[in-house]
């Protein structure tokens, strides 16, 4: 993976922590953050990577890395490529070049729920939850985001900061400890973004890492900006 330290690079891009330059280090390795013995073992890593899309290369030779407790934060304008950073960081697109690495599920949280809409949403949930073999996350889930008393209602019929909520709970309920999270607060009010927030400080202060593409102001204290 090369040296200790690597400075991120990218055709116009940056990649800078509050700690100063990006450093790979060991996976696996006790992160002492806050004082905290962290309980989650995670990892992921950009290495050199680059995307092409629609015949444009929309970054280049970006190399970024997150351990325990980490997060990082992407940011740029519109059509820049951050929603490809994170479908890259999800396998759900491949790099032209590069590669990326990590320990750790990965849980999705991007435009499309992908919760069936016929279905109640615990049932949509439940869906996914026992793939990840957490069926029994759902209740608690909806609970952390505010949507146990709709447990019983269709999806179709949620609002949209309910289905951003619902797509969070989801997220949640995967047990995964590598968060990727597309502009998470699209469509949440002022308390659900707080809820939002509060529930990142609690993942990474058991040693989840997240990464964030978001255009509105998200508190993620120490994040590494990933700027497009
Ligand atoms: N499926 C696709 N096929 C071809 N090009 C695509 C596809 N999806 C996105 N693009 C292009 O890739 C570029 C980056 O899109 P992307 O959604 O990653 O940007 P973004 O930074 O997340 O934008 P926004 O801030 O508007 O959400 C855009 O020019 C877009 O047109």
Do not use: Y
């Amino acid at each position: 993976m090369g040296g200790d330290r690597r400075i991120a690079r990218t055709a116009g891009a940056t990649c800078r922590g509050a700690r100063g330059w990006t450093s790979f280090r060991p996976v696996g390795r006790r992160h002492a953050r806050a004082g905290r013995r962290c309980r989650l073992s995670a990892s992921l890593a950009f290495e050199d990577v680059t995307c092409l899309r629609g015949g444009r290369i929309l970054f280049e030779a970006l190399g970024f890395a997150l351990g325990p407790g980490e997060a990082g934060l992407v940011l740029g304008p519109n059509g820049v490529g951050k929603s490809s950073l994170i479908r890259i960081a999800a396998g759900l697109l491949a790099p032209l070049g590069g590669r990326v690495t990590g320990e750790g599920a990965r849980a999705l949280l991007s435009e499309a729920a992908a919760l069936d809409s016929e279905r109640t949403l615990a049932v949509a949930l439940g869906f996914w939850a026992r793939l990840d073999a957490h069926g029994d996350a759902v209740s608690e889930a909806l609970a952390a985001v505010g949507l146990r008393d709709i447990a019983d209602v269709p999806v179709r019929l949620l609002s949209t900061g309910q289905r951003r909520r619902a797509a969070f709970a989801r997220v949640l309920a995967s047990a995964a400890p590598v968060w990727l999270l597309d502009e998470p607060g699209n469509g949440l009010d002022t308390a659900s973004l707080a809820m939002l927030e509060a529930r990142i400080a609690v993942h990474r202060a058991a040693g989840g890492i997240v990464l964030v593409a978001t255009h509105q102001p998200i508190a993620l204290p120490g994040a590494q900006e990933i700027r497009l």
